[in-house]
């Protein structure tokens, strides 16, 4: 018999009653599978695509789309194809078992090189290697084999197979090799033992000649050829007396392949443009222009030798004191985390080979600066003027363009919080201010405020504290400069490069529809500009319904649907010389599938099938519970039912939260000891799960939560299929912070779980996220706690927000988690609750403190443990289960000693 649910205005068929299939087992969980890195051959007749299992085992699947069975390489990965079509690099990695034994005898862990011959379906190991890439044409690859000591020397042997005849070329002492872009040539740069045979050279894989470019006991760095040409750039070392750093200089040669020309050389020790006090750092990498007529470099500061001698004699051991100044804008934790990342700051300067000239593209090491793709302009991002804003989470900027011909720099925008994009040849560039776009002129600094009848491009329902909106986002620059992309709460317009004139391309406001530009690269990577040429694929997500797909804009500007439906679509790439694109469909109750297809994405037949044995497993199902916030707010949660549900039963439920939820109602989820908080595991033990979206209010987070949070759960409770009296709540983070608050406000649950929660807004206020080195201040008023004011500025509403400070009003158990190197959410916050806790007489609280451990737990011995604990727990407090003795007496300290065989670290041990 069948009966139908009513969800959303949609008739949706339930099963009312039906064979029972067997719950998945925890023993079990290790064959699912989710799916991992694919590709698509660039005339897109071929895919492939990774397997990944919850017990870490993979296999790389490959198929010719027109053969309905895929050739299977365990523990393949990383699949690439050549550019001819006619031949597949991969990466194998060991397997679990050999990995874990590896790693037992402290060896290193490394993969192999593959290639598999699509015509053939022949395999061939090349090796253990670091890397492994084809020429631009496709005829060669290049395998670097791994050094024999990279601690001494970071040099090896790179194999050169010409894949037409097999024959194989070895070439030692190779720290690095870039093959040109189209063609095969092949540069390296070699390191040998004592260095007297460092160089460049240059293999004409073709015609198998080999030429020295450069030689000298110097060190070369950073090659890059210039996109579509056979030119080439290089840093070479430069050693100078009185300076601890390293200068390089650059050499460039052009039109390589025949006989080698000479190179134009930088050389900032020979009356180059460059100041004395500035050097050519290796942390950037050169970047050709378009045209070739100019490298950016990166240029730093140069650090003199150190005087070592003492000031004075008999002076002591100087002190390793640390000065924390209040006018710091990044505090010393945040430099010293960031230290590295400084280290390779630079300056972009664009160096003109045909005269020399060296333009500075930026003037500070902490602007963030953007070169065209095809002109000489730089834009540069500064913060500097706008110390206090940056400091806590009021940003500002200044925007200044550079023309790298002759080195004007002109101001574009002062004091914006949003920025846009740059027009590829440099001439335009978009920002965002006073609710409206704005385009501006590089060269005239003639800005045009972009005013389109029936637009609003600023978004105003966030609920992040703010002191101006910002907008809905950014599209991209057409690759012609003709028009740009901007976005409004659900629709995509098209604005002419002047600003005066827009067309609104979608029409999803309707139907309530978003959409947005789709990055259309491998592992999401899209291109800098739209190309005007080819279909730009555009994302679609129905705000209300959750439904999702894709859509083309056509070169036309005619926007076509091409799939919709209630699923989630993800893993979205397209091949490279054809429109034939790949991506996965799933649903809670269907695991994800790859289709490939052209650009009838309705008709896309299935290429990849992952978790076939799933339908033979009792499931449960999701839907969207619609409530309605005590403040009026219209809201959504997602609904997982338990697997094998009986309406005829009323289940225990666990109650997920953090901020909004429900877009994941279509999620598939894999059951996993390792993820703790798992969906997927809940429901086959027998719950409802419930994730209700969050929204909160400027100055009130703890207040509004509730607003949400009690709405919601009394939503499910009155579609009568959960007991009342068995929800629980849990959380991790912010979520923690939910779990930790909730309880201390209501008695709506029977128990919560917090992991890793803020349960002290006062200390907390004033704590650093240590793994960043950010003070919480940085984000505390205007990110995700929304306190807008500092606690002597609102004392009252830090406490009314606070878990610790109602403490006393805790009725139901709770149990906390903690790593004790959490480097987000100090664990004092843990500690501070737990002795509160005790304080005040509360029985039923237990922490749980993980060493060693940070925000998330990374070792798989304690994300197992924590999630069989939370099991334990909530199937005593949610079900009646018989609590273990952890659970009502707690685990002594021998008896800890007693149950774990290696050495115990004290908890706060491995603290930053």
């Known amino acids: ?27 079990d969980y290790g064959r699912w599978e989710t799916p991992g890195a694919a590709a698509l051959s660039p005339n897109g007749s071929w895919f492939a695509w990774t ?23 365990a523990q393949g990965s990383a699949p690439v194809f050549s550019v001819n079509n006619a031949w597949m690099l991969y990466t194998v990695q060991p397997t679990p078992a050999e990995r874990e034994k590896l790693e037992r005898d402290k060896k290193p862990v490394r993969s192999t090189a593959g290639l598999l011959d699509l015509s053939t379906g022949a395999t061939h190991v090349l ?54 872009e189209s063609g095969a040539l092949l540069a390296m740069t070699l390191e040998t033992d004592g260095n007297a045979g460092n160089g460049l050279q240059l293999l004409d894989a073709g015609s198998g000649r080999l030429v020295t470019l450069a030689s000298s006991p110097d060190r070369y760095r950073a090659m890059a050829w210039r996109r579509g040409a056979s030119d080439l750039v290089v840093l070479r070392s430069l050693v100078q007396p009185g300076f ?98 400084d280290a390779r700051r630079t300056l972009a300067h664009a160096w003109w080979l045909a005269d020399g ?46 023309d790298l011909a002759t080195g004007t720099r002109r101001m574009l925008a002062d004091s914006v919080r949003f920025t846009g994009g740059l027009s590829p040849r440099g001439t335009y560039y978009t920002y965002f201010a006073a609710g409206q776009w704005y385009v501006v002129a590089t060269s005239t600094r003639t800005a045009v405020q972009v005013n389109v009848a029936g637009a609003e491009f600023q978004q105003r329902d966030t609920d992040s504290p703010t002191d101006e909106f910002g907008p809905f986002g950014f599209g991209g620059w057409s690759s012609d400069e003709r028009w740009f992309l901007v976005y409004d709460k659900y629709d995509i317009w098209r604005i002419a490069a ?19 530009v789709a990055a259309t ?18 994302s679609i997500s129905g705000e209300w319904s959750k439904e999702s797909g894709y859509a083309r804009l056509l070169p036309n500007g005619t926007v076509e649907r091409a799939t919709l439906g209630r699923f989630t679509h993800a893993g979205f790439f397209r091949a490279d010389s054809t429109e034939t694109v790949a991506f996965t469909r799933e649903r809670f109750d269907a695991p994800p599938s790859w289709f490939v297809s052209g650009s009838d994405l309705k008709a896309a037949p299935v290429a990849g099938a992952l978790n076939e044995f799933h339908a033979s497993q009792a499931w449960g199902r999701s839907e969207l519970v619609e409530f309605t916030s005590d403040s009026g707010r219209r809201l959504q949660g997602a609904l997982y039912y338990p697997a094998n549900y009986d309406p005829s039963k009323k289940y225990p439920m666990i109650v997920n939260t953090y901020e909004l939820l429900s877009q994941d109602v279509h999620r598939f989820v894999v059951p996993s000891e390792r993820t703790y908080y798992n969906r997927t595991v809940w429901t086959q033990q027998g719950y409802f799960v419930f994730t209700p979206d969050i929204v909160f209010r400027w100055g009130d987070p703890g207040r509004s939560y509730l607003e949400c949070l009690i709405p919601a759960v009394k939503a499910v409770i009155a579609m009568g299929v959960v007991d009342s009296a068995r929800i629980g709540l849990v959380g991790h983070s912010w979520g923690g912070y939910e779990a930790t608050y909730a309880p201390t406000q209501t008695n709506l649950f029977a128990t919560s779980i917090a992991g890793a929660p803020i349960t002290n807004f006062l200390s907390f206020a004033g704590a650093f996220h240590w793994s960043a080195g950010m003070p919480e201040f940085d984000h505390w008023e205007t990110g995700q706690a929304r306190m807008v004011k500092p606690p002597w500025e609102d004392l009252e509403g830090h406490l009314r927000n606070s878990p610790a400070a109602s403490i006393n009003q805790l009725q139901r158990p709770m149990l906390m988690m903690f790593g004790d190197a959490d480097g987000t959410v100090d664990w004092h916050q843990g500690v501070e609750f737990y002795n509160f806790a005790r304080r005040a007489g509360k029985k039923d609280f237990v922490m749980l403190v993980y060493p060693g451990e940070d925000h998330g737990l990374r070792k798989k011995e304690n994300q197992v443990d924590y999630h069989r604990r939370i099991l334990e727990w909530f199937g005593h407090y949610l079900k009646g289960d018989p609590a273990p003795e952890w659970i009502t007496r707690g685990i002594t300290w021998q008896e800890r000693k007693a149950a774990v065989t290696s050495p115990i670290p004290d908890a706060g041990d491995a603290r930053r």
Not at 143 to 171: C, E, F, N, S, Y
Not at 521 to 538: N, T
């Open 1 to 27: 018999m069948r009966g139908f649910l009513l969800v959303l205005g949609a008739a949706v068929p339930v099963l009312l009653a039906a064979q029972a299939k067997p719950i998945v087992q925890a023993a």
């Open 51 to 73: 397997v990944n299992r919850v017990d870490e085992s993979s296999e790389l699947r490959v198929r010719r789309m027109d053969r309905p069975t895929p050739q299977v390489i």
């Open 127 to 180: 090796g253990s290697a670091t890397a492994a890439r084809f020429s631009g044409n496709g005829r060669f690859v290049a395998v670097r084999l791994h050094p024999a000591d990279v601690a001494k020397r970071d040099a090896a042997d790179l194999l050169v197979r010409d894949l037409a005849t097999g024959a194989t070329q070895v070439i030692g002492n190779v720290a690095a090799f870039q093959w040109s």
């Open 244 to 341: 601890r750093d390293t200068n390089h200089v650059v050499l460039a040669w052009r039109g390589l392949g025949g006989p080698a020309p000479t190179p134009v050389t930088l050389d900032p020790s020979r009356g180059s443009s460059i100041a004395r006090e500035l050097r050519v750092a290796d942390a950037r990498v050169p970047e050709w222009s378009r045209d070739g007529a100019s490298i950016i470099v990166g240029l730093r500061p140069r650090e003199p030798q150190r005087d070592t001698a003492r000031v004075a004699s008999g002076t002591s051991k100087p002190s390793d004191v640390q000065v924390w100044h209040a006018s710091d804008v990044r505090p010393i934790p945040m430099q010293k985390v960031q230290d590295a990342q």
């Open 357 to 402: 000239r060296v333009i500075p593209a930026q003037l500070d090491l902490m602007d963030q600066v953007v070169i065209a793709e095809q002109g000489p302009v730089a834009v540069s991002v500064s913060t500097a003027p706008y110390a206090w804003g940056q400091m806590f989470g009021r940003r500002r900027v200044d925007v200044s363009a550079t």
């Open 498 to 516: 002047d600003g005066r004139t827009g067309t609104r391309l979608t029409h999803g406001a309707g139907e309530r529809l978003v959409h947005r």
């Open 521 to 538: 690269g491998p592992f999401g990577r899209g291109s800098p500009s739209l190309e005007v040429a080819r279909p730009v694929w555009l």
